[in-house]
C-alpha cells in the first residue's frame, strides 16, 4: 500500500527556516517524480515543489527562492527546506507522487510572531 508519513513542522518566526521530511513506502520511489503540496484553512490544496526522478525541480512563484526540495532514494524520503517563511506559508504540508490514491496525514507549519 502507498504510504506518505510526513514530518517536520511546527511553529516558527517570520524569516525562520524548517525543513519537512515526507518517508514514502509501497512503490518504487526512485522511479517517481515527488510533489510537495500545502493546504492553508478555507482554501485549497496547492502544488508547492515537485522534483523529478534526475533531480530536477520547480517551484510554485510563491515560494521560489526561498525553497528548496530534494530527495534521497536510499532512504525514500523527500525532503523541503523552507527558508525565510512568511505568514502566508502557515499551511498544512503533504507530499505526494502522480497516480497516488491517497494522502498521508501532513505537518503543520505555522509562521506567526
Known amino acids: 500500500q502507498v504510504q506518505f508519513v510526513e514530518s517536520g513542522g511546527g511553529l516558527v518566526q517570520p524569516g525562520g527556516s524548517l525543513r519537512l521530511s515526507c518517508a514514502a513506502s509501497?512503490?518504487?520511489?526512485?522511479?517517481?517524480?515527488m510533489r510537495w503540496y500545502r493546504q492553508a484553512p478555507g482554501k485549497q490544496r496547492e502544488l508547492v515543489a515537485w522534483?523529478?526522478?534526475?533531480?530536477?525541480?520547480n517551484y510554485a512563484d510563491s515560494v521560489k527562492g526561498r525553497f528548496t526540495i530534494s530527495r534521497d532514494n536510499r532512504q525514500n524520503t523527500v525532503y523541503l527546506q523552507m527558508n525565510n517563511l512568511k505568514p502566508q506559508d502557515t499551511a498544512v504540508y503533504y507530499c505526494?507522487?502522480?497516480?497516488?490514491?491517497?494522502w498521508g496525514q501532513g505537518t503543520q507549519v505555522t509562521v506567526s510572531s
Open positions: 505526494n507522487r502522480p497516480n497516488a490514491d491517497n
Open positions: 509501497g512503490f518504487t520511489f526512485s522511479t517517481y517524480p
Open positions: 522534483i523529478g526522478i534526475s533531480g530536477s525541480s
